[in-house]
């Protein structure tokens, strides 16, 4: 499975994530949000953040996830592989945790949060 098709749809896609990521960093670099072994952004620390920064976290974790779901989709497609997103995500997680930076922070399947090393 290509991860670096270049077909529009996954285009697209990885495009909207790439322009959210700049909003995300500031919130992975204060370690009030991680990512989840599934892929999935999560809030981690909300308590000291003030109600608008928190919904806008929120907002922004639920749209990055939206569109984790769709490249997924979209890089299945593209490969001709539909039906195999359970493979392009195990592909795609690994990826996206080798880009996580060191400091911040991971959540494994019980739900416990650590830094990368």
């Not at 499975?1 to 749809?9: E, F």
């Not at 952004?41 to 990055?64: F, P």
């Not at 996580?100 to 019980?110: C, E, I, P, T, V």
């Amino acid at each position: 499975i290509n991860l670096d098709i270049g077909t529009p749809p996954v285009v697209v896609v990885k495009h909207a994530l790439a322009q959210r990521t700049s909003r995300l960093v500031r919130f992975y670099e204060a370690g009030e949000i991680g990512l989840g072994v599934d892929g999935f952004i999560y809030l981690r620390d909300g308590v000291k953040m003030n109600l608008v920064k928190q919904q806008i976290a929120e907002k922004l974790i639920d749209a990055e996830n939206q569109e984790r779901k769709a490249l997924i989709q979209a890089l299945a497609d593209s490969n001709g592989r539909r039906g195999d997103e359970a493979e392009v995500w195990t592909l795609q997680r690994a990826r996206w945790n080798q880009q996580w930076k060191s400091g911040w922070w991971l959540r494994d399947a019980q739900g416990k949060w650590s830094r990368k090393p």
